[in-house]
């Protein structure tokens, strides 16, 4: 790889997703990828049913995101399951609200990252609409335990490097198997930790992708939000990558198609 690929993933299709694509990404010309919870948008499943506490974007704003040319809709459940039958469902509404071929190979970010790549493959039956690729989150590939330990101190002591060296292993090269990894922004991390980890991936030239729930605009302590002056210091400091030239900032669709 020529240089660092960072992408942002926002999941479940919450309603702030919207004011972030529009005062945040857009402004700086960033590309990101939007997860859609299908039952959470047409109300069939309720916020509480899957621990949201922020209400849903309304299918004319998904639209409106989708059509705009650095957004990517992707899948992420009709009730939030991993199930071949979910993923189905949401793929159809998905398909219909955006008024898409109802075979339209979506990208799916996995509810609560529980799929594995063997699930993946052993859903190939998924009806004549495969998934493009499959998100999930942080992988270990060794020093588990070491690594295991820096996460959870990384959660009080906010040192970068111990952040960075815990999710060093969520960096790609490539991905032989559909599975993307994925750094799961939580409320504690601070925007030097998350900006730690986007440095590492600069330096090694690896593709790496940024997990968020909510954005709050106003204090939040939900451990699923994360504060929107967070972002954008992590938004900065994507731009000034790539006007440096030295991190390409992509859809995961993007992403995952230059390093399969
Ligand atoms: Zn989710």
């Known amino acids: 790889m020529e240089r660092a690929m960072i992408s942002l993933s926002f999941d479940d299709g919450r309603r702030d997703n919207y004011r972030v694509f529009r005062d945040i990404l857009s402004p700086r010309d960033l590309p990101a990828t939007f997860n859609i919870t299908s039952g959470f948008i047409d109300g069939t499943l309720s916020p509480d049913e899957f621990n949201c506490k922020t209400p849903p974007l309304t299918v004319d704003e ?89 996460r959870k101190v990384s959660r009080i002591i906010k040192f970068p490097p111990i952040y960075r ?30 900006i730690s980890l986007i440095n590492l991936a600069v330096k090694k030239k690896a593709a790496l992708t940024l997990t968020f729930h909510t954005i709050a605009f106003t204090d939040d302590d939900d451990k699923w939000s994360w504060s929107a002056e967070k972002l954008e210091k992590v938004c900065d400091r994507l731009v000034a990558l790539r006007d440096g030239g030295k991190a390409d900032v992509l859809t995961s669709a993007e992403l995952y198609e230059r390093i399969r």
């Open 62 to 150: 998904i639209t409106e995101m989708y059509l705009s040319p650095n957004c990517e809709i992707a899948l992420h459940g009709d009730r939030h399951k991993n199930t071949e039958e979910d993923i189905e469902t949401g793929a159809k509404k998905l398909a219909k609200w955006l008024g898409v071929p109802d075979d339209t190979v979506f990208g799916f970010a996995s509810p609560g990252g529980e799929m594995t790549a063997e699930a993946l493959d052993s859903m190939e039956n998924y009806g004549r609409r495969g998934l493009l690729y499959m998100r999930c989150d942080m992988r270990i590939l060794r020093q588990r335990r070491l690594k295991l330990f820096a």
């Open 165 to 194: 060296y815990a999710f060093s292993d969520t960096l790609m090269t490539d991905c032989p198997d559909r599975t993307v990894y994925s750094d799961l922004v939580l409320n504690g991390n601070t925007a030097s930790q998350i």
